[in-house]
């Protein structure tokens, strides 16, 4: 269904018509069946929604400016029902996918998180996938689009590839391990951790940019190592989407999220709301200093660089001495030599907590 | 091909009272090679961004040609870039990497692999084309993503910091091949750095910025010569540029700057401009590069109203120059460079001039060069 189509049933109906995709959630929130095929309707006051198709990206309806008559509800679902190119049905792997993406939804509510594959899928996803998290938001792209430079990317690998909607703009992409012997950093004789994660690092750093290179726009990937499906894939999910979540929070300037990177991050993020405010409101006076945007910056590359203040000085572009001095005045001002391991690691602990508690 | 035109473009960030990039105007002509140089935070990479189609403007218009794209998809603005983090694509050979642009655009197969090829023998990868990432050197990553944007032969070519994961060895040779290679596609390229040599060897013409704000837009030639600011003064040339805060007086009809350690005869010329704009008894601080400051005999005997006595805390030989840390003139230490012939020692007074047809004066309170300001 395209947007002239829309137009001539526009003329036919004498009302408004509109094609939209719309999440399942909106779709239920309107009285919508669960497990819709296309050609059902959800009814509300001003209208209704005509299911034309149901994809990885949500639910591609026609909006039409009034309630369907039983006649013309029937003619409209016949008429869908007589394409003949597929259009306007859901593939058999499209649906599928959505419906796995329903079942990890359901275990992560219900903190399942190594509940069994369910059999259709079991079969399918039998080997070892390479779980990446895609968060996605730009009103000027269809994410049909974006979901097509994520395949293309995945390049030989795409059909082995499971795209899985989860939430609105957001997919559980599962691409198959066979990928870290495609990077040539899987070596059985001598695995390195570090080295595959490094690979995996650029791996979402290549999707990301390739992504937004395309489409612009505010696009978030996060990576984790190799799992097996059957028995992982919803704690995969639920890593992934924390890793995210986390990453967005603590380090905004950030586009790739990796789990291995943000363990502190973890700490604090699950330290009840109460005991935040009570820890923060007993430092106050030492996070005073992150307020200023540019401290907080030379800090978070100070930790990142292990406190190597050459190396921080070369990174920033400043003199070694220029650094130094600014450290010092960070420590007349909070009471903390970062220099020393134990500042160090309260002042790092108070950063994250300044970012929880402060920064919204 | 096409030049890039910016209207009062503006970026604020949520949160960010203080816009990353202020108003920035500017009209970068068709085959030019700009390069926006300014210390880290001082919105340049924004700005590549914004043309990019990386990050949304959030006041001002942006042409590329004629067409207005603030609103167009950077896939749409026939446009390439090459970023400080190239992340070449880990799972993907050489050819692969660089045709993957192509292949999203569904170009044909024999144009991809015409493209791809024609990029790698200017690039002379060649023979890296089967290789995966992994098996290449920096130098040789690097220039396979220069090959994934040369392969579009976009209109305009966007550089964000590219040769900083290099080491200074490779960074001086990439930093010739990049100059070249744009000289061969005659394509409109605009390069961040923060490195002034790159900005100084490479440029066209050099964008100096500082929160957000352009400072002065110029050629090579006229930024180092013709600093508008104490700011574009102090950023560009190394060592840096001298500041000795002090005044000018009126001694006998001449004009004499004085300062710590420091009673010199301002030539006639400059003198003029500075009474005309009454900065006679008022602080100023006068800039001085360090190569105008003289060692040799025969320019201190040119010049005895200009002459400096000063004792050396440091002495650095480069064997082909000298840079000296003289103390006593001012606060801080100034630096002079001089020949590393020179056989001058640590701890040793010597007797310098300075060359005072080339200092600059600027005003303590707006930081302006006043040579250079109406």
């Given at each position: 269904m395209d947007k002239e189509k829309a137009r001539q049933l526009e003329d036919i109906l004498g009302v408004r018509v509109r094609l939209v995709t719309v999440s399942p959630q909106a779709w239920a929130g309107r009285g919508g069946g669960e497990s819709p095929k296309p050609g059902d309707v959800a009814e509300f006051d001003q209208g209704c929604w005509l299911l034309v198709k149901r994809n990885e990206t949500g639910l591609k309806v026609l909006e039409i400016g009034k309630r369907l008559s039983s006649v013309e509800s029937r003619l409209l679902r016949w008429a869908l029902s007589q394409r003949t190119d597929g259009a306007f049905l859901s593939t058999e792997n499209e649906a599928l996918a959505i419906?796995?993406?329903?079942?990890?939804?359901?275990?992560l509510e219900k903190d399942e998180l190594h509940a069994p594959l369910p059999g259709e899928w079991a079969a399918r996803l039998s080997g070892g996938v390479v779980p990446m998290l895609l968060n996605y938001e730009h009103?000027?792209?269809?994410?049909?689009?974006?979901l097509n430079v994520a395949r293309s990317f995945l390049s030989d690998l795409s059909d082995e590839t499971v795209i899985v909607p989860l939430r609105p703009a957001e997919w559980l992409i599962l691409a198959p391990d066979r990928l870290l012997m495609e990077m040539e950093s899987f070596d059985r004789?001598?695995?390195?951790?570090?080295?595959?994660?490094?690979?995996?690092?650029?791996?979402?750093?290549?999707?990301?940019?390739?992504?937004?290179?395309?489409?612009?726009?505010?696009?978030?990937?996060?990576?984790?190592e190799p799992v097996q499906p059957r028995e992982e894939l919803a704690a995969a999910a639920a890593l992934l989407?924390?890793?995210?979540?986390?990453?967005?929070?603590?380090?905004p300037e950030r586009r790739v999220h990796l789990p291995w990177r943000i363990h502190l991050e973890w700490l604090i993020g699950h330290l009840p709301e109460p005991a935040l405010r009570r820890i923060a409101g007993r430092m106050h006076g030492a996070m005073e200093p992150f307020a200023d945007p540019e401290t907080a910056a030379m800090l978070e590359l100070f930790f990142s660089l292990d406190c190597n203040v050459s190396e921080t000085a070369r990174r920033m572009y400043i003199h070694r001495n220029t650094l130094l001095y600014r450290l010092e005045k960070f420590k007349l001002e909070s009471g903390l030599d970062v220099r020393g391991f134990n500042d160090a690691v309260r002042a790092r602990i108070l950063l994250l907590l300044y970012k929880m508690t402060k920064r919204k | 091909m096409a030049g890039v035109r910016l209207e009062n473009v503006t970026k604020k960030f949520p949160g960010s009272e203080k816009p990353a990039v202020d108003n920035f105007t500017l009209e970068i002509k068709d085959k030019e090679f700009l390069v926006l140089v300014g210390p880290s935070g001082c919105g340049k990479s924004t700005t590549l961004r914004m043309i990019a189609g990386l990050e949304e403007i959030t006041e001002g218009k942006l042409y590329i040609g004629d067409r207005l794209v603030n609103d167009v998809a950077p896939k749409d603005r026939d446009i390439a870039m090459v970023f400080q983090s190239y992340a070449l694509y880990p799972h993907m050979n050489v050819y692969q990497n660089m045709a993957f642009g192509l292949k999203l655009r569904k170009f044909r197969k024999d144009e991809i692999d015409r493209r791809v090829r024609e990029a790698a023998r200017m690039l002379e990868i060649e023979h890296?084309?089967?290789?995966?990432?992994?098996?290449?050197?920096?130098?040789?990553?690097?220039?396979v993503a220069l090959g994934r944007a040369i392969v579009r032969e976009p209109q305009v070519f966007l550089m964000d910091e590219p040769l900083s994961n290099l080491d200074a060895k490779l960074r001086t040779q990439m930093r010739a091949n990049i100059s070249k290679l744009m000289k061969r596609l005659e394509t409109t390229c605009i390069y961040v750095t923060h490195d002034q040599i790159e900005a100084m060897t490479m440029g066209d013409r050099i964008v100096v910025m500082k929160d957000g704000v352009i400072q002065q837009a110029a050629d090579p030639d006229t930024l180092y010569h013709h600093p508008v600011n104490l700011f574009v003064a102090g950023f560009i040339g190394s060592p840096a540029?001298?500041?000795?805060?002090?005044?000018?007086?009126?001694?006998?009809?001449?004009?004499?700057f004085k300062a710590e350690g420091i009673n010199v005869v301002m030539p006639e010329g400059k003198a003029q401009i500075i009474r005309n704009k009454g900065y006679v008894g008022r602080e100023i601080i006068l800039g001085v590069r360090p190569e105008d400051i003289h060692e040799e005999p025969v320019f201190l005997e040119a010049s005895p109203e200009t002459v400096i006595y000063a004792g050396v805390e440091v002495a650095e030989n480069l064997g082909h120059e000298m840079f000296l840390y003289?103390?006593?003139?001012?606060?801080?230490?100034?630096?002079?460079?001089?020949?590393?012939?020179?056989g001058i020692?640590?701890?040793?007074?010597?007797?310098l001039a300075i060359d005072m047809n080339k200092v600059h004066v600027f005003d303590k309170e707006t930081e302006l060069n006043i040579f250079e300001n109406d």
């Open positions: 419906r796995l993406g329903e079942w990890i939804e359901a275990r009103a000027g792209a269809d994410a049909g689009q974006i004789e001598e695995e390195d951790p570090d080295g595959v994660r490094e690979e995996l690092a650029s791996l979402a750093e290549g999707l990301q940019q390739a992504i937004t290179g395309e489409w612009g726009g505010d696009c978030h990937v996060a990576v984790a989407r924390e890793t995210l979540e986390l990453g967005r929070r603590f380090h | 890296l084309l089967d290789r995966k990432p992994k098996a290449l050197s920096g130098g040789q990553r690097q220039r540029m001298n500041f000795i805060p002090g005044m000018f007086v009126e001694e006998g009809g001449k004009l004499r003289l103390a006593g003139l001012g606060k801080e230490n100034v630096i002079a460079r001089v020949d590393g012939r020179a020692q640590e701890g040793q007074n010597v007797k």
